[in-house]
């Protein structure tokens, strides 16, 4: 059974640091597309980071230069490094796999931005 499972969300002050983890089982994580998105409350879902079967990577804007988005093929893990954190940054943080038939999403961590 595909899943998974992120983690690492917490309170944190602006201008801080988190780093979400995402642990995939039941498909083959190598050959996968991994994305984060988030969603912020009353908000629509937002795309914010992709890492591709290599190692590209593409950011949102709003979160570019301040994010980073790294994976673990060994580990099977995604991460997303999130630095120098902004009140608007306030979300839940989902990924999502995709790859050859399938397409996978974790059920999300909260990231709650305030001083």
């Known amino acids: 059974q595909a899943q998974l499972v992120e983690s690492g969300g917490d309170l944190v002050q602006p201008g801080g640091s988190l780093r979400l983890s995402c642990a995939a089982s039941g498909f083959t994580f190598s050959s996968s597309i991994m994305r984060w998105y988030r969603r912020a409350p009353e908000k629509e879902r937002e795309w914010v980071a992709t890492?591709?079967?290599?190692?590209?990577?593409h950011y949102a804007d709003s979160v570019k230069g301040r994010f980073l988005i790294s994976r673990d093929n060994a580990q099977n893990t995604v991460y997303l490094q999130m630095n120098s954190l902004k009140l608007e940054d306030t979300a839940v943080y989902f990924c999502n796999a995709i790859g050859r038939g399938y397409e996978v999403w974790g059920q999300g961590t909260r990231v709650t931005v305030s001083s």
């Open positions: 890492i591709n079967i290599g190692t590209i990577t």
